[in-house]
């Protein structure tokens, strides 16, 4: 059986460069107070606090040689990668430091975003990146896409944020929300044809197959960590269900609940909007951040719902409408599969009290 080893990279944020201001310890905590969204420090302390967590460029280069002496000590494809995918360990670590930008000091989260792409090199999705300070997500009306049959549709949308976003540029009551509707096709993204946009960040992604990184990507264009955008709003083409073309400017948004005070201050530098500017109700947001409550498979025709004996919902199927085009829908809720003699696999449900249960036709 071929051996599989689970390798988790524990980069910390190095120390940040420069001299820290007179009696300020570097936490968020002193910093913010997510519940009222307010800085506890005056502008200059907290433009000092900011740069005092940004890392010399040196610190980033030391940062990439240290995780490739680990991966060479502990991870078992580094040179099995050579006759996998073409490059060696020492290949890709390479490449890795060519793509450290020749600037002086990083943020956290571009600090990450060199690790993400130079771990993304070894296309293994058993390698992940753990981080020691989170950068806020960023997000927007729309959720999540999905690729089907080579084309680009929205799988999920926002709700009450496109309901403010409505209120924002004073347009009528629900338009967004149709125009945005589950199943739309988008033919671009600023200007960019969903390949491209896919393409780009599939680079920050280290799955194992092409179809699992452009899954991924394609989930991650309107709502992610890594890769901030360079501009504060998102520009998308679609293509209505009439087969009409219509163009929709959405603001990208941020909580300001969770994530790092350094990206907050960033991503307001450039013009972002944060949660508390659509609502200052912290109900608004909650805990998990902007509700997803409408998604391409919420309407279902033709559903079923399949129970295992303890009445679990293990699986649901049923057709699903893009712009007209009608898909089948297939969803396992929870499951485990386990080999055969036979070099096949049998697929069980899981009970809620934890037993596998074969599933049957």
Not at 102 to 127: N, P, S
Not at 187 to 210: F, G, H, N, T
Request: glycine content about 6%; overall charge negative.
């Amino acid at each position: 059986m071929k051996r599989i080893l689970l390798l988790v990279s524990a980069l910390s944020v190095l120390s940040a460069c420069g001299e820290k201001p007179h009696g300020l310890k570097q936490s968020n905590l002193l910093a913010h107070d997510a519940e009222t969204d307010t800085f506890l420090l005056d502008p200059a302390d907290l433009k000092n606090f900011v740069l005092n967590q940004r890392i010399g460029r040196q610190q980033v280069v030391k940062a990439v040689a240290d995780l490739q002496q680990s991966f060479k000590n502990s991870y078992i494809g580094y040179e099995l990668k050579k006759n996998l995918i073409g490059r060696s360990g020492d290949e890709i670590f390479a490449s890795c430091n060519e793509m450290i930008p020749h600037q002086d000091t990083f943020a956290a989260f571009e600090y990450y975003d060199v690790m993400y792409k130079c771990l993304g090199q070894f296309k293994d999705t058993h390698i992940s990146l753990h981080k020691s300070m989170n950068p806020t997500n960023i997000t927007t009306g729309v959720s999540a896409a999905q690729v089907f049959d080579g084309r680009l549709y929205i799988s999920r949308i926002r709700p009450k944020v496109l309901s403010k976003i409505e209120e924002i540029q004073k347009l009528p009551a629900d338009s967004l929300a149709m125009t945005l509707k589950p199943g739309t096709e988008i033919l671009s993204i600023d200007d960019k044809s969903p390949d491209a946009a896919i393409k780009e960040l599939e680079a920050y992604s280290s799955a194992s197959s092409d179809l699992a990184r452009e899954s991924y990507a394609a989930s991650d264009l309107f709502s992610r960590r890594y890769n901030y955008p360079s501009s504060s709003d998102v520009k998308l083409s679609l293509k209505l269900k009439d087969g009409s073309v219509k163009n929709v400017v959405l603001p990208w948004l941020f909580v300001v609940q969770n994530g790092s005070v350094e990206s907050h201050v960033m991503l307001e530098d450039k013009g972002i909007l944060k949660s508390s500017d659509l609502n200052p109700d912290s109900a608004f947001t909650g805990s998990r951040g902007f509700d997803t409550t409408y998604s391409l498979f919420d309407n279902l025709e033709n559903q079923q719902d399949y129970q295992n004996g303890d009445e679990d919902t293990i699986m649901s199927t049923g057709i699903s409408d893009l712009n007209g085009k009608k898909i089948c829908y297939m969803q396992l809720n929870s499951f485990d599969i386990e080999p055969t003699d036979d070099y096949g696999f049998k697929v069980f449900s899981i009970s809620s009290d934890g037993k596998k249960c074969p599933l049957t036709s």
